[in-house]
């Protein structure tokens, strides 16, 4: 499955009856349609819509087809209609005069403060039809399919440029931990050097002896109390295991933003634990870099949906 990201754009036209790309709608309609999807990211699914009063009653099914198909992002629908400056403007028959009159009159005589109709409402209400309103509907739902699918491709290309930005700091990840393994063991054996040659200088201050296996005894003991200390192999294995379970999700595709981002939060502690048990400065530089890093593919899973 695809990953998509919930940044995305897309917008078509409808033109006499025919989409931008020529593809068949209704030849009653001279208006021209003008439907635009874009999203943000967004931790659920928050759809808007922006339409004309008189498409308001299509916002239900239009709800209905953006949430079958995006599951997350700050969804923002917004639909126009543009008329040819050459169009004739609408002539209502007299039959639909009449009846729009005759409800005029009844509902002044119920509301007398209601405001009576304008030129523009007449025009609109007067010379609609049931043939026309379902040329409108095919038209937009034509429109609709044709804009989501645009979108959903825009989204699914932006996706894969995020999966591939972040494959490449996963494999940056996995380098540092491949070297941060045997500063551990170095680490130790610099503090084992250490404390032999503190534990030679004060012999030779004091003036005593001591034989050298005991010597090594406690060198021994003291570099073990140190080691187990700094020892960070079950962090390390950590964070291989979750980098392997990234790269997974990732080839998996689908919704993964939240599994990602819950991977994301255990990364950072791991890289955490690292620099605090750090008593080097190349471990402390490894796990610098790694923060860096993990703050880096955080913000691009902030995107995947």
Excluded at 284 to 303: G, S
Aim: glycine share 4%.
């Amino acid at each position: 499955m695809a990953v998509y990201s919930m940044t995305g754009y897309a917008s078509r036209q409808s033109h006499s009856g025919r989409l931008d790309d020529g593809a068949l709608t209704t030849p009653r309609q001279s208006s021209r349609l003008e439907l635009e999807i874009r999203s943000v990211n967004s931790r659920f699914l928050d759809l808007s819509f922006r339409l004309p009063d008189d498409l308001r009653a299509h916002e239900p099914w239009l709800r209905d087809l953006l949430r079958s198909n995006i599951r997350r992002g700050k969804v923002e629908l917004r639909l126009q209609v543009q008329r040819e400056p050459n169009e004739a403007l609408p002539q209502p028959s007299p039959a639909a005069l009449q009846k729009l009159s005759a409800l005029q009159a009844q509902i002044l005589g119920w509301l007398p403060q209601a405001q009576t109709l304008t030129v523009a409402d007449i025009l609109r209400l007067g010379s609609s039809s049931q043939a026309d309103q379902a040329d409108r509907q095919a038209e937009l739902q034509t429109l609709a399919q044709a804009t989501l699918a645009d979108f959903l491709s825009a989204r699914e290309r932006e996706g894969a440029s995020l999966c591939t930005m972040m494959q490449e700091r996963i494999q940056q990840l996995k380098a540092l931990s491949k070297q941060a393994e045997p500063l551990t063991m170095q680490a130790a054996e610099q503090q084992r050097q250490r404390f032999l040659e503190r534990w030679n200088e004060a012999v030779q201050a004091s003036g005593a002896s001591t034989g050298s296996d005991a010597m090594q005894e406690r060198a021994l003991a003291e570099v073990t109390a140190y080691a187990l200390r700094i020892d960070v192999a079950e962090e390390l294995s950590r964070l291989k295991s979750h980098l392997d379970e990234l790269e997974r999700l990732l080839t998996q595709g689908g919704e993964i933003g939240k599994r990602l981002e819950f991977l994301i939060q255990e990364l950072h502690r791991e890289a955490n634990t690292l620099g605090s048990k750090s008593v080097a400065l190349s471990m402390t530089q490894v796990a610098v870099d790694m923060k860096v890093l993990i703050e880096q593919l955080r913000e691009q899973v902030q995107n995947i949906e």
